[in-house]
């Protein structure tokens, strides 16, 4: 039957005759149910930090907001595995799953923390905390970071090479080091406060360690100018760092050579001022020498008849 052909009437009878059932009230409000659920549990905060030392302790948190609804469990997970689940429900509580570098300190754990004891380069990782409320609904929500273990070096950056003084026109070739770490620490140069330019710097690899620990070297080489001396001093140094976490400094003061300056370029030794003393040694001889000869010619003339001692004075 063409619509053209019906009686309005007969279409509106036809829809009482329908009214509506639990299906179209399911569907009506499923997007409100659907938004409850959403909103319910609610995780807080997440705290797991971003970088840790080995063998160091770690705490990792998760503070949740059920909004009313009973605790049903608390999942901790590394790279997608269980390692640690607190069920409020069961005696004891809590349980841990043995998985390599997560060392669960239980008695000092809870629903709402993880202490790992004595982290290793296995406890690395994806962590994952997933909350869930009681039955029926069991709503869940889930958050994760990722933790990276790190091993410093056992002391600051190693200045090699240089010497106490130097002169204009020398060439000052000096390393760094830092020694055994994870990551390699990475190095830079600063000369008087600046940082040194590119084509100073000598790149060397990096020596590896067992464990993937790394030794960092860094060259510095360039020739001494006048205007790198202030106040007669030349200051280098060492920066080391790992990410934002470690920053050590190792600094020498270079004091300028005036003597070996004065030499290297050719010059005279003589300082303005002052006399030198070889020759004026040379002088006081000659003197000497003088008055001992005078001397020794007029003893002369009393001693010997004067046609034999005329040739003793000297001509000057």
């Known amino acids: 039957m063409s619509l053209e052909n019906s009686n309005p009437k007969?279409?509106?009878?036809?829809?009482?005759?329908?009214?509506?059932?639990?299906?179209?009230?399911i569907i009506l409000f499923l997007p409100l149910l659907t938004f409850q659920e959403v909103a319910t549990v609610k995780l807080a905060s997440l705290k797991i930090p971003k970088y840790t030392i080995r063998g160091q302790t770690v705490r990792l948190e998760c503070h949740y907001d059920l909004e009313g609804e009973a605790l049903y469990s608390v999942k901790w997970y590394k790279?997608?595995?269980?390692?640690?689940?607190?069920?409020?429900?069961?005696?004891?509580?809590?349980?841990?799953?043995?998985?390599?570098?997560?060392p669960v300190e239980l008695l000092n754990s809870s629903d709402t923390a993880v202490v790992l004891s004595k982290v290793d380069f296995n406890s690395s990782g994806?962590?994952?905390?997933?909350?869930?409320?009681?039955?029926?609904?069991?709503?869940?929500?889930?958050e994760s970071s990722q933790m990276i273990v790190v091993d410093l070096p056992d002391d600051g950056?190693?200045?090699?090479?240089?010497?106490?003084?130097?002169?204009?026109?020398?060439?000052?070739?000096v390393n760094c080091s830092s020694t055994r770490a994870r990551p390699g620490a990475k190095l830079t140069w600063q000369v008087n406060g600046n940082h040194a330019p590119e084509e100073a710097l000598k790149r060397h690899p990096s020596i590896r360690h067992e464990e993937d620990l790394e030794t960092s070297i860094l060259g510095l080489q360039f020739k001494i100018r006048?205007?790198?001396?202030?106040?007669r001093m030349l200051k280098i140094k060492c920066?080391?760092?790992?990410?934002?976490?470690?920053?050590?400094?190792?600094?020498?003061?270079?004091?300028?050579?005036?003597?070996?300056?004065?030499?290297?370029?050719?010059?005279?030794?003589?300082?303005?001022?002052?006399?030198?003393?070889?020759?004026?040694?040379?002088?006081?001889?000659?003197?000497c020498q003088y008055w001992i000869f005078v001397l020794t010619a007029l003893t002369s003339s009393f001693l010997f008849p004067l046609h034999q001692s005329s040739s003793f004075f000297p001509l000057i």
């Open 79 to 102: 790279d997608d595995r269980e390692f640690y689940r607190f069920l409020p429900g069961e005696d004891p509580p809590a349980h841990t799953f043995n998985l390599p570098g997560l």
């Open 226 to 231: 006048k205007h790198h001396f202030v106040n």
């Open 157 to 173: 950056p190693h200045i090699e090479g240089g010497r106490p003084r130097y002169t204009i026109g020398d060439l000052i070739s």
């Open 239 to 287: 920066v080391a760092t790992i990410e934002d976490f470690y920053r050590r400094t190792n600094e020498e003061n270079v004091l300028e050579n005036h003597y070996e300056r004065s030499v290297h370029e050719g010059k005279s030794s003589f300082s303005p001022g002052k006399r030198d003393a070889s020759n004026t040694s040379s002088l006081r001889i000659n003197y």
């Open 10 to 25: 007969t279409l509106v009878k036809n829809r009482k005759r329908h009214p509506i059932g639990l299906t179209d009230l």
């Open 126 to 142: 994806v962590y994952r905390c997933e909350v869930s409320g009681e039955a029926p609904s069991f709503r869940t929500v889930v």
